[in-house]
Each structure stands twice: as structure tokens, then as C-alpha cells.
T-cell receptor, first 113, second 118 residues
Framework: SQKIEQNSEALNIQEGKTATLTCNYTNYSPAYLQWYRQDPGRGPVFLLLIRENEKEKRKERLKVTFDTTLKQSLFHITASQPADSATYLCALDIGTNAGKSTFGDGTTLTVKP | NAGVTQTPKFQVLKTGQSMTLQCAQDMNHEYMSWYRQDPGMGLRLIHYSVGAGITDQGEVPNGYNVSRSTTEDFPLRLLSAAPSQTSVYFC?????????????????FGPGTRLTVL
């Protein structure tokens, strides 16, 4: 079965810096990879999706990279703000059916003013 | 659109009791899923459905049943609750559409049901 590891449980950075979160996977390569944000007591909210044939995807201050050779995705938040503090989850899909994702345990990001 | 709604928000059960967690979506999505999330962990897939009348098991299906009689609703039934089923349950719906030759698969999650089994 697919195994996903997110680099650390917690990441603390100073406001204005770039936060970089890592998602590593084993076994077969996913068709695409998604990143979600989860705030305490709430459901995950979709942020970005990147496909296996894409190297990089951007959305405003967010950037995701996907390296199928290293079996790794990096998630960057530039010019971080305290409002970016949350838990970030990566999820893999093999592409046969939507809604059948394998999630990592998440990384909790804290941005200090 | 209300999106994905779940009821109840909180529930306490005694061991051996049964109950149904409700999930509804008004976005006409084909796919619906149930996940559970234990403290400090990611989501694990319980069951999912690719359309009305079609369901399949996920990673942790034991002790749970589902059915999908309509596109909108996807209830999750706990047959005989056990303390190991104490968790937060999330329902999600998603679609897969072609947009300029590329499909888009995005899941929308409900607010969750926090279940405690004593």
C-alpha cells in the first residue's frame, strides 16, 4: 500500500519568511498529488493539485513542486503571515477514481509575528 | 450552495450502540467518500462511492456500512460501536471534469462529526 511521510509534525517560522513543507511517498507513483489546509475543528480545504507530468504549480503565494524521481513534493508559502498558521496535509491519488485519496499525517505550521 | 453538510456535529455512544452519520452534498458530485481522522494523524478512507448505487471499501472499512441511493446523500452506519471508533469523521464529495483536456479532481469536505464511544 502507499505510504506517505510529511517532513515533520511541526514547523515554526517568522512572519515574512518562506515556509517549505515536504511530502515523501513510497511504492507506486501517484497520478496526482494534492495539498490541503486544515484549521482546528474544521474539515480540510483544498489548496493545490499537481499532476505527475507537471513540475511546478503556483497559486498566489503558494507553490508546489513534484519530483517523481525523488518521490517527493514540496509545498512553499512565500511571505508567510500569521494567518497561514494551520495544519497542511498532502494527499495522493492513483487516478483511477476521484475521492479515493491517501493522506499524510500533516505538518502543523506556526507563523510568528 | 451549502456544499457538504454533516449531521450531527457531536455524538456520544455507548459500546454496542448503532447509529448513522448523515452526509449530503448539493453540488451534483459523482464521487463521495468517508474518512476518519484520529488525533495527530491524517485522514484514513473508510468507504467511497463513484455514483448512486455503487460503493466500495477503503483502507479501514470494518465496523462500518454505507449505501448510496441518491447522488446527494451518503450515510455512514456504525453497526455496533466500539471505543476504537472514537474519532472525527469527515465526508467529502468530488468531481472529475475535463477542462481543456485536463481533468480536475478536487475534494470538498464537510465540517466533520466528532464521535465518542464510551
Amino acid at each position: 500500500s502507499q505510504k506517505i511521510e510529511q517532513n515533520s509534525e511541526a514547523l515554526n517560522i517568522q512572519e515574512g519568511k518562506t515556509a517549505t513543507l515536504t511530502c515523501n511517498y513510497t511504492n507506486y507513483s501517484p497520478a496526482y498529488l494534492q495539498w490541503y489546509r486544515q484549521d482546528p475543528g474544521r474539515g480540510p480545504v483544498f489548496l493545490l493539485l499537481i499532476r505527475e507530468n507537471e513540475k511546478e504549480k503556483r497559486k498566489e503565494r503558494l507553490k508546489v513542486t513534484f519530483d517523481t524521481t525523488l518521490k517527493q513534493s514540496l509545498f512553499h508559502i512565500t511571505a508567510s503571515q500569521p494567518a497561514d498558521s494551520a495544519t497542511y496535509l498532502c494527499a495522493l491519488d492513483i487516478g483511477t477514481n476521484a475521492g479515493k485519496s491517501t493522506f499524510g499525517d500533516g505538518t502543523t505550521l506556526t507563523v510568528k509575528p | 450552495n451549502a456544499g457538504v453538510t454533516q449531521t450531527p456535529k457531536f455524538q456520544v455512544l455507548k459500546t454496542g450502540q448503532s447509529m448513522t452519520l448523515q452526509c449530503a452534498q448539493d453540488m451534483n458530485h459523482e464521487y463521495m467518500s468517508w474518512y476518519r481522522q484520529d488525533p495527530g494523524m491524517g485522514l484514513r478512507l473508510i468507504h467511497y462511492s463513484v455514483g448512486a448505487g455503487i460503493t466500495d471499501q477503503g483502507e479501514v472499512p470494518n465496523g462500518y456500512n454505507v449505501s448510496r441511493s441518491t447522488t446527494e446523500d451518503f450515510p455512514l452506519r456504525l453497526l455496533s460501536a466500539a471505543p476504537s471508533q472514537t474519532s472525527v469523521y469527515f465526508c467529502a464529495s468530488s468531481y472529475s471534469v475535463d477542462s481543456g483536456g485536463a481533468s480536475t479532481d478536487t475534494q470538498y469536505f464537510g465540517p466533520g462529526t466528532r464521535l465518542t464511544v464510551l
